[in-house]
């Protein structure tokens, strides 16, 4: 039986190749689209990748992921640009019906010298997913959208491996990314947290908030050591306006 991952990886590399086997992984009548700036169901999911195609695509795998029906991967698209992307799929009966993402136009390495995209990659300590999803949800209540910034060591490793492209590594550093302020206002607010899903060491965190005053999508992939969250990366990406949206689905 094909796992929900690679039917995930076989869907989006048919961006590429323009193999018309990967339609095949989707549900017709029941997908769901969450990128605002698709049409719904399969009409809009041929018309993207229409689109795409005279792009001369590069998709490109770096971490896949699967937790029951959903599978997830973090990955880097060339459109025409490079971006990192985190994609969600949900799947019933072997295909997807539900769909969100999160792309970012790719950073400069941050002032750790980190890319968005590097780090580590492997899967492990699979008997620790639901501990780990605990330990990510709580901190994502507590200090994201709570914003009880004096608990961040409780979660977060003192030598964090940092991959946000602005922020430093280290627990102090992304203590003072978040709460940094313009005009008393923050420059980053979790008000959100959507859905969590994880693998072994890694939990990914897709919420809702705003970033430098826009109402945005922010997507948080953790990795898991000792009992700590010892390893980050991110994308951030504006919720268009409701007028621009293609489908009625909402982001999340």
Same mark, same amino acid.
């Given at each position: 039986?094909?796992?929900?991952?690679?039917?995930?990886?076989?869907?989006?590399?048919?961006?590429? =190749? *323009? #193999?018309?086997?990967?339609?095949?992984?989707?549900?017709?009548?029941?997908?769901?689209?969450? /990128? $605002? %700036? =698709? *049409? #719904?169901?399969?009409?809009?999911?041929?018309?993207?990748?229409?689109?795409?195609?005279?792009? /001369? $695509? %590069?998709?490109?795998?770096?971490?896949?992921?699967?937790?029951?029906?959903?599978?997830?991967?973090?990955?880097?698209?060339?459109?025409?640009?490079?971006?990192?992307?985190?994609?969600?799929?949900?799947?019933?009966?072997?295909?997807?019906?539900?769909?969100?993402?999160?792309?970012?136009?790719?950073?400069?390495?941050?002032?750790?010298?980190?890319?968005?995209?590097?780090?580590?990659?492997?899967?492990?300590?699979?008997?620790?997913?639901?501990?780990?999803?605990?330990?990510?949800?709580?901190?994502?209540?507590?200090?994201?959208?709570?914003?009880?910034?004096?608990?961040?060591?409780?979660?977060?490793?003192?030598?964090?491996?940092?991959?946000?492209?602005?922020?430093?590594?280290?627990?102090?550093?992304?203590?003072?990314?978040?709460?940094?302020?313009?005009?008393?206002?923050?420059?980053?607010?979790?008000?959100?947290?959507?859905?969590?899903?994880?693998?072994?060491?890694?939990?990914?965190?897709?919420?809702?908030?705003?970033?430098?005053?826009?109402?945005?999508?922010?997507?948080?992939?953790?990795?898991?050591?000792?009992?700590?969250?010892?390893?980050?990366?991110?994308?951030?990406?504006?919720?268009?306006?409701?007028?621009?949206?293609?489908?009625?689905?909402?982001?999340?």
């Amino acid at each position: 039986m094909t796992s929900h991952r690679e039917l995930l990886q076989k869907l989006l590399k048919g961006i590429e =190749t *323009g #193999d018309p086997e990967a339609a095949t992984v989707v549900n017709e009548a029941k997908y769901i689209q969450h /990128n $605002p %700036r =698709t *049409g #719904d169901g399969s009409p809009g999911l041929a018309e993207l990748f229409v689109r795409l195609a005279k792009t /001369n $695509p %590069r998709v490109m795998f770096v971490r896949v992921f699967e937790d029951g029906d959903f599978a997830f991967a973090h990955n880097e698209y060339d459109f025409n640009g490079v971006e990192v992307a985190f994609e969600v799929f949900r799947f019933e009966d072997g295909q997807a019906v539900e769909h969100w993402d999160n792309i970012q136009i790719i950073q400069p390495p941050n002032p750790s010298g980190r890319t968005m995209l590097d780090g580590e990659t492997a899967i492990t300590d699979l008997g620790q997913t639901e501990t780990n999803r605990k330990l990510v949800s709580e901190f994502a209540k507590q200090v994201l959208v709570d914003r009880q910034h004096h608990s961040i060591e409780t979660y977060i490793a003192a030598d964090l491996i940092q991959h946000d492209p602005k922020t430093a590594d280290g627990a102090a550093a992304l203590r003072s990314s978040l709460e940094a302020a313009e005009n008393g206002v923050p420059m980053r607010a979790y008000h959100r947290v959507h859905r969590v899903l994880a693998e072994g060491n890694f939990v990914l965190c897709m919420s809702e908030g705003e970033k430098d005053g826009h109402h945005s999508s922010l997507y948080d992939l953790f990795r898991i050591a000792d009992g700590k969250i010892s390893e980050h990366w991110n994308t951030v990406s504006i919720i268009a306006p409701r007028s621009e949206w293609k489908n009625d689905n909402g982001k999340f």
